[in-house]
T-cell receptor
Framework: GQSLEQPSEVTAVEGAIVQINCTYQ??????LSWYQQHDGGAPTFLSY????GLEETGRFSSFLSRSDSYGYLLLQELQMKDSASYFC?????????FGQGTTLQVKP | KAGVTQTPRYLIKTRGQQVTLSCSPI?????VSWYQQTPGQGLQFLFE???????NKGNFPGRFSGRQFSNSRSEMNVSTLELGDSALYLC?????????????FGDGTRLSIL
């Protein structure tokens, strides 16, 4: 089967750096995506890694190691508005399998 | 460009009834996917439509069905509603549904079953 594991909660302070890990088991690999969802809101796309290495988009970076079936999302210069749930996801042809989500709480 | 639009935003039904939810994708997007989100099970894939054909299906009972129209708008239907069907139903669209294309989500329909 396919599964993605990520921590359920992470807490950090404003201005800090936080890393959210994701390990996966899949029958076929189509890249790893990350989505952010604020309470009561829609998930929004953050990043996608098809190949090994780091992808940087502003304060957010995502890393992938296909040999380790592992990826992470790195959030720098944390802001209060970054408090949200973060999901890693994998899939193709419109079918995404999501991890259970990591709730990030940013404290002042 | 307008985003993904889902209607209605909130819905209250009773057990045994049926419900139809609607999704209008971003203009030009041909792939529409549906997800169910609950606190216990998280985000689970229901099905995906592309060019009016169901291309992919998740592990949900046959009570859950959908369709897509020629303008890419999609509907999902749940028949014989059960208490466990209470959830946020999210629709997402992308151009082709390939893995390197982000899915754009609507705000969802929150369905409550009494």
């Amino acid at each position: 089967g396919q599964s993605l594991e990520q921590p359920s909660e992470v807490t950090a302070v404003e201005g800090a750096i936080v890393q959210i890990n994701c390990t996966y088991q899949t029958s076929g690999f189509y890249g790893l995506s990350w989505y952010q969802q604020h309470d009561g809101g829609a998930p929004t796309f953050l990043s996608y890694n098809a190949l090994d290495g780091l992808e940087e988009t502003g304060r957010f970076s995502s890393f992938l190691s296909r040999s380790d079936s592992y990826g992470y999302l790195l959030l720098q210069e944390l802001q209060m508005k970054d408090s949200a749930s973060y999901f890693c996801a994998h899939g193709n042809t419109g079918k995404l399998i999501f991890g259970q989500g990591t709730t990030l709480q940013v404290k002042p | 460009k307008a985003g993904v639009t889902q209607t209605p935003r909130y819905l209250i039904k009773t057990r045994g009834q049926q419900v139809t939810l609607s999704c209008s994708p971003i203009s030009g997007h041909r792939s529409v996917s549906w997800y169910q989100q609950t606190p216990g099970q998280g985000l689970q894939f229901l099905f995906e439509y592309f060019s009016e054909t169901q291309r992919n299906k998740g592990n949900f009972p046959g009570r859950f069905s959908g369709r897509q129209f020629s303008n890419s708008r999609s509907e999902m239907n749940v028949s014989t509603l059960e208490l466990g069907d209470s959830a946020l139903y999210l629709c997402a669209s992308s151009e082709q549904g390939t893995s390197n294309q982000p899915q754009h989500f609507g705000d969802g329909t929150r369905l409550s079953i009494l």
